[in-house]
């Protein structure tokens, strides 16, 4: 495909970036922000912020292409570049701020600091995602497998999922005990939902108040997903863009 032939694309954030990068500036980029009206995002911008504080692999990112469905801007991955000791010591003031810009947030470090999100936006929805403790264990190990990540040190005192089971289970374990916890007093902002146990529109859209779609509860980031062709080539051509380009955003 010729892009540059092309006068417009319709991309998602990332992809207008690793766009504009391999067209060197030409053509005309249009992103998922464009397509909201102007009463459509006052409309959510005045709603409640909708943060997503299930850990990675429980379906965050099928979440994600869920509220971008219904129209919310949804921040994804903050502090990337970040150590986790600059997670520890700015991660929280990160999310606060770049939540400002947006109507909704997922990944990671989003989850781990929920008590502080609460407090900055009152009123806020939180939705819990959950499934089985060894099935999400299973599924983070073949995902990150034993490379070091910072956010994992982070998040779990352990830079990656291999040799540490048992530390990432109990981490996981207890977020949930704590999200229940805290919420515990306030069930209308707090949503858990087990998309593995077919939760979908119907518990989503009557939490936030939307009309439910007529397309299918999105399904993203599988591992087998991730072995297809279109997933390959563009990861690929991200990184040849210099890009690092999320799950969300594939």
Known sequence: MNWAANSEFCLSLGEAEIATAILGGGGRISTFNTRLTPSRHNQLMSSPKVFCIGFQKTGTTSLYAALTELGYRTAAVVGRDFTAAELRDFGAQLCI???????AAQDMPWPVFFRELDAAYPNSK???TVR???SWFASLENHFGAAPNAMQEFVYGAASPSGNRERFL???EAHEQAVRAHFARRPD????MDLKQGHGWDELCAFLGRPVPDSPFPAKNRSEDRQTLR????RRLSMIAGKYLAPEQI
Request: no cysteine; net charge negative; hydrophobic share 40%.
């Open 170 to 172: 109990a981490v996981y």
């Open 231 to 234: 997933y390959r080539v563009r």
């Open 189 to 192: 902002d707090l949503l858990i």
């Open 97 to 103: 701020e770049t939540a400002e810009k947006y109507d």
């Open 132 to 134: 089985d403790s060894d």
């Open 126 to 128: 939180f939705i819990l």
